[in-house]
């Protein structure tokens, strides 16, 4: 029997080129793996009203982790149109399967590392080197949306809430309401993950991105179990910076920045310009983490344009394999294959179009295994 069982999701668009980008580069480590291919996306709500079928679930209960390609997304009314035509109407809703997963397998911690390796030409500045924690299971992403909005609901934020009588003179059906949820457990062990992390590879400083001085129950719930774990970690810097003011710094000054913890929301936003800071989601990987499980996911979408084409860069993708092997355990074959990537960045003689060469998704998978020691 293969040491680990690993999942594949593809999905959607160039979800499969890079997914055979990652399996080029695994097959030459020879991690010790068995792969199993799983069904996900929006072929299977289109075909069958669920883009995340059970057996999905089921394929991801059986294994250690997933290596997640690309998902496709669209508002509700496109997807309704899409949905085969005998299964329009029965109420089937479309949901992201991505945030699903990470809902259902309370996989709490999004990871996003941002670091501009030496000679990429698409740098914003060559020293920087951070990375996102983003809280990735409840906040604004959390689902708990109301449209109209049920009168009882209204009855009783009226009766909590002062602010709420400011709308009174709204209707039901013309008020929308998403619930930004957060919970202590939530808040702490994001910023305790964001922590041990930064003393497990030597980071020096976590800033906590928020909102507390206007968002005053959630981001302050956030900054107060921050400010108690930060007590804990004397040897690595605590601070603390508004969320507006953290993405203007991101441009002025980004290598000031080591560890960034944020809610979901906030992460999503900032995890999209710090990518952009390094080359753009081409060279973005996530990990996924909970306690039981992990999922690892290029941050950027499934660029429907392209896909078959092997033409995208596939470096995000690389790099998420390399973080696959870290929290696999396999860490000198994670360093191999970081060490290999960054060389062949740095040499440029093979690059994807986005880089300005004419290299396919596949050219670039080689020529890193040509680097692996
Ligand atoms: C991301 C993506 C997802 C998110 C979408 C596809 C649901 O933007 O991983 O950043 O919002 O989390
Ligand atoms: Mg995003």
């Not at 996900?40 to 709500?45: L, M, Q």
């Not at 998403?178 to 702490?188: A, D, K, N, P």
Request: net charge negative.
């Amino acid at each position: 029997m293969a040491k680990y069982k690993i999942a594949l999701l593809p999905g959607d668009g160039i979800g499969r080129d890079v997914m055979d980008a990652a399996m080029v580069v695994l097959d030459a480590l020879s991690l010790d793996a068995e792969y199993i291919e799983g069904d996900v996306g929006w072929e299977f709500w289109k075909k069958e009203g669920n883009p995340l079928p059970d057996r999905t679930i089921e394929l991801l209960k059986s294994t250690d982790c997933c290596l997640f390609g690309a998902i496709t997304s669209k508002p509700k009314d496109e997807a309704e149109a899409e949905l085969a035509p005998e299964l329009r109407g029965k109420g089937y809703k479309y949901y992201s399967p991505i945030v699903r997963i990470r809902q259902e397998f309370d996989l709490y911690a999004n990871i996003r590392p941002c670091k501009s390796y030496k000679g990429n030409p698409l740098n914003y500045r060559d020293d920087i080197d951070l990375v996102i924690f983003r809280e990735n299971t409840e906040g604004l992403y959390s689902g708990v949306e109301f449209h109209p909005v049920p009168e009882s609901l209204r009855a009783a934020i009226d009766e909590h809430s002062e602010k709420m009588r400011r709308f009174g003179d709204v209707s039901n059906e013309d008020m929308a309401i998403s619930m930004r949820i957060f919970t202590r457990r939530g808040c702490q062990r994001i910023v305790r993950m964001a922590f041990e992390y930064a003393r497990k590879y030597g980071r020096k400083h976590v800033t906590v991105a928020e909102k507390p001085n206007v968002i005053r129950e959630t981001s302050g719930m956030m900054i107060r179990e921050a400010r108690k774990i930060s007590q804990e970690y004397p040897d690595i810097e605590y601070d603390e910076v508004n969320i507006d003011a953290m993405a203007m710094r991101l441009i002025k000054n980004p290598q000031d920045y080591d560890i960034i913890v944020t809610s979901n929301m906030f992460g999503d936003i900032l995890s999209d310009e710090a990518a952009q800071l390094v080359g753009g989601l081409g060279f973005s990987p996530s990990a996924n983490i909970g306690d039981n499980y992990a999922l690892f996911e290029p941050t950027h979408g499934s660029a429907p344009k392209y896909a078959g084409m092997y033409k995208v860069n596939p470096t995000a993708m690389l790099l998420c394999v390399k973080m696959m092997l870290d929290w696999l355990g396999e860490r000198d074959m994670a360093m191999n294959l970081e060490r290999a990537i960054a060389k062949v960045i740095e040499e440029g003689r093979v690059r994807t179009y986005d880089m300005g060469g004419n290299a396919g998704t596949l050219d670039v998978a080689n020529e890193v295994v040509k680097k692996l020691e």
